[in-house]
């Protein structure tokens, strides 16, 4: 059992593709897309993962999680079992200092946004913001993949 401290960001600029050292692409969906726990599919290239996600706090940072590796047959059986709406997607790693932001570009119905992620140690933790980094939407639920999932961004009001 783990507990996840993240914050997410939109990134208004292309330039983190210049600073990735890796990139790949994620299929995922959503057995149980719950407020309370989420249980994602997802293949990540040739790799499967299975999560379960407890609910978040009430500023968004932390929550609990619990994963594990699955094979990629097991992912795409699994995957026909989930909720409508698979989020489909490429992921970018770009290494600061002593951190890794992990932005996701979002293709089909969540084309057009793309949003970072980074991991922290602590809620008060501070990192190097870089300048392609935008507005803060940590805690917002409308970024939440399983929400995207049921409400994509094709959909939002902008």
Not at 11 to 31: H, M, P, R, W
Not at 102 to 107: A, G, P, Q
Not at 113 to 131: D, W, Y
Request: glycine share 6%.
């Amino acid at each position: 059992m783990t507990v996840e401290i993240e914050r997410k960001f939109l990134v208004t600029s292309n330039d983190f593709k210049k600073e990735a050292v890796k990139s790949y692409s994620i299929k995922q969906g959503f057995l149980n897309s719950y407020k309370e726990r989420t249980v994602r599919v997802r293949l990540k290239e040739d790799i499967g993962y299975l999560t379960v996600k407890g609910k978040s706090s009430d500023d968004g940072l932390v929550r609990f999680e619990w994963e594990t590796e699955i094979t990629k047959h097991e992912a795409e059986q699994l995957l026909r079992l989930c909720e409508d709406g698979i989020i489909e997607k490429r992921r970018y790693e770009v290494k600061l200092y002593n951190h890794t932001l992990e932005i996701d570009e979002f293709y089909g119905d969540n084309e057009g946004l793309v949003i970072a992620e980074v991991e922290l140690q602590s809620i008060n933790e501070e990192f190097n913001k870089p300048i392609w980094l935008g507005k803060e939407v940590t805690g917002d639920i409308r970024y939440y993949n399983s929400q995207l999932s049921k409400q994509p961004f094709k959909n939002w009001n902008k």
